[in-house]
């Protein structure tokens, strides 16, 4: 499986408009959880575990779980 690693820029799209980009740099890492950055706001996702499995790589939700939520992946 892949997995965040400290310091890497990892990008993500929104589903509903592909000109939009959200771009997080990963500052530390535990087991289940990654703290990232945009440069203005710091945040701390939990890993999930279901969505990682599927997809056999590491996958956080930083703009929160929903329908149509982007997914950040390593």
């Not at 939009?20 to 990654?34: D, F, L, M, S």
């Not at 703290?35 to 990682?52: L, M, N, P, Y």
């Amino acid at each position: 499986m892949k997995k965040f690693e400290i310091g890497k820029e990892y990008s993500m799209r929104s589903i509903c408009n592909h000109d939009c980009i959200w771009t997080y740099t990963v500052t530390a890492r535990t087991a289940q959880t990654i703290t990232i950055t945009d440069g203005k706001e710091v945040k701390k996702c939990r890993i999930s575990k279901k969505a990682s499995e599927y997809r056999d790589t590491e996958t956080i939700f930083p703009l929160g779980q929903y329908s149509m939520a982007p997914m950040l992946s390593a």
